[in-house]
């Protein structure tokens, strides 16, 4: 089993910066992208942003040059700074990793006052 676990989230206004932080523990040998993907009230879950353990990095057209995504091996940690937010922005952003099977944090809350 792989546990992963997120913070950082909050309410932000708009323009301002959040940096989301995903520790990942328990098997975690093996596992592969670690990633981040949001979801809306009344819309479905969304790829936010995904990074390999080599470093390739996969972003929504949304989010391209606000938000960037990172990775620390020797910490099995996963980062997003996330600028210049938006109120379309708002969700519970959820913490994703794959190995044999998915794997999805408890999400964090970000709000993006207009």
């Known amino acids: 089993q792989v546990q992963l676990v997120e913070s950082g989230g909050g309410l932000v206004q708009a323009g301002g910066s959040l940096r989301l932080s995903c520790a990942a523990s328990?098997?975690?040998?093996?596992?592969?992208?670690m990633g981040w993907y949001r979801q809306a009230p009344g819309k479905q879950r969304e790829l936010v942003a995904t990074?390999?353990?080599?470093?390739?990095?996969n972003y929504a057209d949304s989010v391209k040059g606000r938000f960037t995504i990172s990775r620390d091996n020797a910490k099995n940690t996963v980062y997003l700074q996330m600028n210049s937010l938006k109120p379309e922005d708002t969700a519970v952003y959820y913490c994703?990793?794959?190995?044999?099977?998915?794997?999805w944090g408890q999400g964090t809350q970000v709000t993006v006052s207009s």
């Open positions: 994703y990793t794959t190995k044999t099977r998915d794997y």
């Open positions: 990074i390999s353990s080599g470093g390739r990095t």
């Open positions: 328990g098997n975690i040998f093996g596992i592969n992208a």
